[in-house]
Structures are given as structure tokens and as C-alpha cells.
């Protein structure tokens, strides 16, 4: 939790305040999915209910 951005997402939260979500970018050659924007975002999550469900975009 020693960085920056995750901890200005965690005060956020603490705050009350919704999250963008998650940009997600498919990798069909592999079958899985790449955070391509939000990685910050998730940990500050996670750090508070690693179950949570997170907003998500697919591209």
C-alpha cells in the first residue's frame, strides 16, 4: 500500500466515492483478459473486500 495512487483511491473510498471502472482489453491468442487501465484502482479495492465486485469495461 506504499503507492501513491493506490492510496489516493483508498481515501476516495473511504470518502464514499465511486471508482471509475476497470478497462479491461480481451487477448483472445492467450484467452484471458489485460488491465489495460485501472491496476491502481483494483488494489486500492481489494486492499478494503478482496470479493468486491469492480465495474469493468471490456474492449
Not at 476497470?22 to 489485460?34: F, H, K, N, S, T
Amino acid at each position: 500500500m506504499s503507492n501513491s495512487h493506490v492510496e489516493k483511491d483508498r481515501r476516495k473510498i473511504r470518502g464514499g466515492r465511486k471508482l471509475s471502472p476497470l478497462l479491461l482489453v480481451r487477448d483472445e491468442a492467450q484467452g484471458r483478459v489485460i488491465i489495460a487501465d485501472g491496476y491502481h484502482r483494483l488494489c486500492a479495492a481489494y486492499y478494503f473486500d478482496e470479493d468486491a465486485l469492480i465495474p469493468c469495461k471490456i474492449a
